[in-house]
């Protein structure tokens, strides 16, 4: 009878990006432990993450609540957080009374990491290694089976070619989109290319402001990986949606200007990071404008990006 492996429990209460650069430190523990690997996370994040790599839990589980209760923990969360040999948390630092009721549930080591606390020049992808003690380790995610049938059809009903441009135009704070997306859309389309427009549920006023030829609004993550993943080309901000873009290996360009890329940067080698930190003397120091990053930079980066198994078109 062969032995039950070992079972380690993440908790990671973040967005998608930031998941996105832990999980290369969770890959390199995975490895090094040979343990089974559970993340508690949103669960749309699931969607994309390696589906035989990691076993799913909800962040929003009443057991996690129960940590930071005041009760007596409940059997549930005895028996949930017994289950594991290790438990690496980045919620509830600096709160002892859930260090303590973790410790108490756990049957094994646990950590309570800062959920953010990188050194000068860090990137979040290393941190998060070091949290763990671990050399991060990233291979590109692939495209799921049935979304990778879904974006055949999709390209092909839309009449797609290598002259696409995929966008999105929004992240999770309007100070770092950049507002020349809607200026590279139309000079794209004016020179023949087409748009797809990648919107979630909070950005469909922003993605209307986009000229389009195909919008691409509130899709499953697992469909909007195949997308970019097939994308010729893709432009974005600092957004779950980039660091997605580039854990599946798309080419393009992410414009950066309030935050920095040496620490958020996109992980994978296909995208070039435009940053433009200094403020807008027209703008203020909130206005992330075509003043500090120009629609013609952007535009020349896009037409300079390689596109695989084909010439470069503008």
């Not at 360009?253 to 992980?267: E, I, K, N, S």
């Not at 629609?295 to 390689?306: E, S, Y």
Request: charged letters at 25%.
């Amino acid at each position: 009878m062969s032995a039950v492996p070992e079972q380690t429990l993440a908790l990671f209460p973040g967005a998608l990006g930031d998941l996105l650069c832990c999980w290369p430190a969770l890959e390199g523990l995975r490895r090094r432990s040979s343990a089974a690997l559970t993340v508690a996370a949103r669960d749309a994040w699931f969607d994309v993450l390696p589906a035989d790599r990691v076993t799913p839990m909800s962040i929003d589980r009443r057991e996690i609540s129960d940590l930071f209760s005041t009760g007596a923990l409940s059997d549930a969360s005895r028996r949930l957080f017994g289950k594991f040999a290790r438990v690496e948390s980045w919620t509830g630092h600096g709160d002892e009374n859930f260090t303590r009721r973790l410790a108490e549930a756990s049957r094994g080591a646990i950590a309570v990491h800062p959920f953010r606390a990188l050194a000068p020049d860090e990137h979040a992808s290393q941190y998060y290694a070091r949290c763990l003690g671990v050399v991060p380790i990233l291979e590109p995610f692939a495209v799921r089976p049935e979304a990778a049938r879904w974006v055949d059809a999709f390209w092909q009903r839309h009449g797609l070619r290598t002259n696409t441009l995929v966008i999105h135009p929004g992240s999770g704070g309007r100070h770092k989109n950049w507002q020349g997306m809607a200026e590279v859309a139309t000079a794209w389309r004016a020179g023949g290319g087409s748009v797809v427009a990648i919107s979630g549920p909070a950005e469909d006023e922003r993605r209307s402001d986009i000229p389009h030829d195909v919008a691409l609004q509130c899709e499953r993550l697992d469909r909007v990986a195949a997308v970019l993943a097939r994308a010729p080309r893709y432009l974005g901000n600092d957004s779950g949606i980039s660091h997605l873009a580039g854990v599946v290996g798309t080419r393009g360009v992410v414009a950066f200007g309030p935050t920095d890329p040496r620490a958020w940067r996109p992980l994978g080698d296909g995208l070039r990071v435009l940053h433009a930190p200094e403020a807008c003397r027209r703008c203020g120091p909130d206005g992330w404008c075509i003043h500090r990053l120009s629609v013609r930079a952007v535009l020349d980066a896009l037409r300079a990006t390689p596109v695989a198994g084909s010439a470069s078109e503008a």
